[in-house]
């Protein structure tokens, strides 16, 4: 059994994931990207089902301060039965950055059994940072698990009101909440090393937008 593991971190324009990935009978993909800031980039992360009872982890993080302009598109085509796709972006916008996330699930006619779930969530730190979102369902088999789900919003006051409370300084509080929200994204990275080591620099790409 084929089990494709990938993680791409996105600090150039040329560091670029893999625009397409084809998963067989059985196969697994599990893939995560990560962008700092100060990088303008295009995304394109296309997957393509065409054996049974495949699995596909697509996550991925993103951090603006800048100008940056960012625009993530994922495609995920379910050809046959029996396969998961499970998609989470979740991002943070600052400064002038405008970041756009389109996201695709195609569930094809015969593809019964299908399970495909698809999440993005993003924080918008300043009145002139924009994100626009739009994720996207066509199914056309009838025996299906799908969702897709957007949030665009600001950090929560409470939270933030309840760490002030507990003697934390306000802008660490922003800190541990972003760093809080964009976590789950690495979940999926098995190697503890890889994960302290892109946690340790995502941290650091928080700290350095506030």
């Known amino acids: 059994m084929k089990e494709y593991r990938r993680i791409y971190v996105v600090d150039s324009p040329e560091s670029l994931p893999e625009s397409s990935i084809v998963l067989g009978e059985g ?7 990560l ?12 997957v393509e089902f065409t054996g049974e009872n495949a699995e596909l982890s697509l996550r991925g ?9 960012v ?16 998609q989470l972006v979740n991002g943070i ?24 779930y698809q999440s993005n969530h993003n924080v918008v730190l300043t009145p002139s940072a924009k994100v626009d979102t739009k994720p996207q369902l066509e199914i056309y088999a009838d025996d299906v698990k799908c969702s897709h789900g ?39 990275i098995e190697d503890e090393e890889k994960k302290a080591e892109l946690s340790a620099r995502v941290e650091e790409a928080i700290r350095s937008i506030i």
């Open 93 to 116: 916008a600052a400064g002038d950055a405008h970041v756009t996330f389109y996201g695709k699930i195609v569930v094809a006619h015969g593809a019964q059994k299908t399970q495909a």
């Open 61 to 69: 993080i993103y951090i603006c301060g800048g100008g940056e302009k």
């Open 27 to 33: 196969e697994k993909a599990s893939v995560t990207f």
């Open 71 to 86: 625009n993530i598109r994922t495609d995920v085509r379910h050809n046959v039965p029996g396969c998961v796709s499970d």
């Open 150 to 188: 957007a949030t665009v919003g600001s950090l929560n006051e409470d939270e933030q009101f309840y760490m002030r409370s507990r003697g934390i300084p306000e802008a660490e509080a922003k800190v541990l909440q972003m760093i809080s929200f964009v976590a789950p994204v690495l979940d999926d």
């Open 35 to 46: 962008v700092f800031p100060g990088v303008s980039v295009d995304i394109p992360v296309s």
